[in-house]
């Protein structure tokens, strides 16, 4: 079993799962560099995110509870549809929509296509440009209850874009959020609570699929200690992240991923990792 192998790959999930530098892009050419030389794939991606995800429920758990609480309690008169926690509910389940109905559908694409490295190293440099023009010109004066239908559904496909390893599902709706006029901190709290459903459904669907075959070259151990290494780290990283997005801009992450999408494409050039 390759535990050396998993355990840095969900130190890599952990750390880069929050952040908007793309975790996917990440996992996928962490692999290509690591003694195994592989593709983790796209089922051990969705799997380990399961982790990550568990760290965001266990970090908001209270904002998650109330909006729970709101929300079905629409249905006994206990809240209001007017309620801004009944209101995030149905947005969520809103913004969810999109990338449920484009994951199924381009499911053959996600698990080989859209792994291209040459693909991966485009949309890491091609969404870095776009998080730095959204970033520099955002008024940031919209927060959360400002939230609307159509919003919710811009913040949706933004998230749906994630589906190309590269975009990062925080990067593509912190992106929008930004050019929608919210605050840095706003976009970024939304997008953990709009990717809870996301992540939890892709990871378990391929989790179901997984038993009985490997989840891409590590077996169903290996996959759930990636998931454990990276539920510790992104619980660490969530609380930073929030507080620095408080207060700074995104321009390094910007930096981060253009050079990061350079990189891949020398490495690929020279011949060291394969697309």
């Known amino acids: 079993m390759n535990w050396f192998e998993v355990i840095i790959l969900g130190l890599v999930q952990g750390l880069t799962e929050f952040l ?9 050419v962490v692999g290509e560099l690591l003694p195994g030389a592989a593709d983790p794939g796209a089922a051990f991606t969705a799997i380990t995110q399961l982790g990550t995800e568990t760290a965001v429920l266990v970090f908001f758990w209270r904002d998650i509870a109330r909006i729970t609480v709101a929300w079905f309690g629409q249905f006994t008169g206990r809240t209001t549809r007017k309620h801004p926690d009944v209101k995030m509910g149905w947005f969520i389940i809103l913004g969810s929509i999109p990338i449920v109905v484009l994951g199924l559908l381009l499911e053959t694409y996600i698990d ?10 485009t949309m890491l440099i091609v969404f870095g440009m776009l998080l730095a023009i959204a970033d520099a ?15 919710g559904l811009l913040y949706g496909f933004a998230q749906a874009l994630a589906l190309i390893p590269g975009v990062s599902r925080s990067g593509g709706t912190i992106t929008a959020g930004l050019l929608m006029g919210y605050t840095r901190a706003a976009a970024a709290r939304y997008s953990f609570l709009l990717a809870i459903p996301a992540v939890f459904g892709s990871g378990f669907y391929k989790l179901a699929k997984s038993f009985g075959e490997p989840a891409g070259p590590y077996g169903l151990a290996e996959t759930f200690v990636a998931t454990a290494v990276g539920f510790v780290v992104a619980y660490l990283i969530i609380g930073w992240f929030l507080k620095y ?10 930096w981060y991923r253009i050079g990061l999408g350079v990189t891949i494409f020398i490495l ?5 990792i394969n697309a």
């Not at 010109?137 to 919003?151: D, F, G, P, S, Y």
């Not at 997005?245 to 910007?254: A, H, M």
């Open 112 to 121: 080989s296509t859209f792994r291209s490295l040459w693909l991966v190293a």
């Open 268 to 272: 690929l050039g020279t011949g060291v």
């Open 20 to 28: 908007p530098i793309s975790s996917s892009a990440h996992l996928r």
């Open 245 to 254: 997005v408080s207060t700074r801009s995104y321009r390094p992450f910007v």
């Open 137 to 151: 010109n955002a008024k940031q004066v919209r927060t959360l209850r400002e939230l609307n239908i159509k919003h």
